[in-house]
């Protein structure tokens, strides 16, 4: 199941994107009102063995008696997307998991994830419009990652354990100010200005993704491809990252894990070559089976 969050004013509704569009649950459940329907993504996320079922079976019988005209079809142009994930209990990164990325760095391959964080404030939506804050920062770079999403808590699991715990995938764009990454050794404040995590536009359960580490992963700029790989090349894969992790914290549903970008930053370019992003870029971060995340670059108004 793909699943949506639907901006509207005041509110965020619970879809699910079907073949040709939207179902809005929120929306549908005005005029076929039901128990145990959830309209919150959380919900779903933590308690998936009877919502993804449930939801499955509401939306089919409402289908059922479909007319030419439903305010909760929605045509995906008509959509205003909120972020598939609302709100991450953590959000947690691994840098350098791509061997190419570290080998176009000229960093040393990792013998250990490393992972830093991110905060609530970085969480946007696909379609939205990124502010660059160019009081602080000139170097603003991409980067195409695969999210985990995490389902079920998570506590010293192993690795043939680990993906059990997963409720599904999603785009990310770990939007990176290089100049304020490298300042210190702590790469926090690069990596935490306001917007700089768009997630979406679709979070889709593990069982229709298989293998996460089976999918291409590209990112394009105006159109000009940047970054196109596959999640292979990962050093450290999906269920080894879940279960490095759930050693040295409890991971709990609605957490979510950014597992590193493949080569093709604009950090991974010779110094006289770097172009980092400005005014009116538009970039889409597409990984295989979660369709494509696409956000603006625009200046910072204050």
């Known amino acids: 199941m793909k699943l949506v969050t639907i901006n509207h004013p005041g509110s965020i509704h619970l879809g699910v994107k079907l073949e040709n569009n939207v179902f809005d649950i929120t929306e549908a459940l005005k005029a076929f009102p039901e128990d145990g329907i959830p309209t919150d993504i959380m919900s779903v996320i933590a308690h998936s063995e009877t919502l993804i079922p449930a939801i499955e079976r509401y939306v089919a019988r409402v289908l059922e008696g479909e007319t030419a005209e439903n305010p909760y079809l929605l045509d995906e142009s008509q959509v205003n997307y909120g972020p598939c994930v609302t709100h991450p209990g953590k959000i947690i990164c691994v840098g350098l998991n791509y061997r190419k990325h570290a080998e176009e760095t000229n960093a040393a391959i990792p013998q250990y994830p490393i992972l830093f964080n991110k905060f609530s404030n970085t969480i946007a939506s696909h379609g939205d419009d990124i502010p660059l804050p160019n009081r602080v920062t000139s170097q603003v770079d991409y980067e195409a990652e695969l999210v985990i999403v995490i389902g079920k808590q998570a506590k ?147």
């Open 156 to 302: 010293y699991v192993s690795k043939e354990q680990a993906l059990s715990h997963v409720f599904g995938y999603c785009n990310v764009n770990d939007l990176s100010a290089r100049d304020l990454q490298m300042r210190t050794q702590q790469w926090l404040l690069g990596k935490s200005c306001d917007k700089f995590s768009p997630l979406g536009p679709y979070l889709v359960t593990a069982d229709e993704v298989g293998d996460p580490n089976q999918l291409t992963i590209s990112c394009t700029v105006n159109g000009e491809t940047r970054q196109n790989s596959h999640t292979s090349d990962m050093i450290f894969h999906c269920d080894e990252i879940v279960s490095y992790i759930s050693q040295h914290m409890t991971l709990s549903p609605g957490d979510i894990i950014l597992t590193g970008t493949p080569e093709g930053v604009v950090l991974g370019k010779p110094v006289d070559q770097r172009v980092y992003l400005k005014d009116g870029d538009v970039v889409t971060i597409a990984i295989e089976k979660l369709g494509a995340l696409t956000n603006r670059m625009v200046d910072e108004q204050v």
